[in-house]
């Protein structure tokens, strides 16, 4: 893919390491990948909360990394439905309040309208691209749809970028 999970897995892990906070939350209801990058159960997550009215305090995994988790859980019927609800909103605010960061993996921007209602819900939103596989028309398109909804957009990730050695810069040492 675009590399849009493992970027929301490092990102959350680089905050853990300077001592802050840190909650993850797998809202790529579709195809969740966060629990199986981190070989964590995905049993009970994100849908166990917003359908079965489990507490979020008994469904964030807390790992030894010091980052808390929360998957995606069971698959859902009606993903779009679940993250555009008012229960959705409440937990991320919930959240907030518990955690200096919540990072929110999401489904790709283009594919459904998960993203740009979830990025509704949050301070900021970055667009993860892999530019083997994504043109500069779909990343427009991307951006577009996030600033259609008033998206704070705090930039793009560009993942697998091709670097010619002559617009490369390197150091070398004189020892």
Known sequence: GEGKTTTAVNLALAYVESGQRVVLVDADLRRPAVAN??????AVGLTSVLV???AVEDAIIATATGLDVLTAGEEA???AELLASQRMRVLLEGLREEYDLVVVDT??????????????????TVIVVNTRRTGKAKIEQAVAAL?????????IV??????SRRDSYYYTSDR
């Open 37 to 42: 990058l981190l070989g964590l159960e995905n």
């Open 52 to 54: 079965e009215s489990i």
């Open 77 to 79: 019927p009606n993903p």
């Open 107 to 124: 489904a790709p921007v283009l594919s459904v309208s998960d993203a740009t209602v979830i990025s509704q819900y949050v301070d900021a």
């Open 147 to 155: 600033q259609s909804v008033r998206a704070n957009l705090a930039g």
């Open 158 to 163: 560009l993942n697998n970028v091709a670097v």
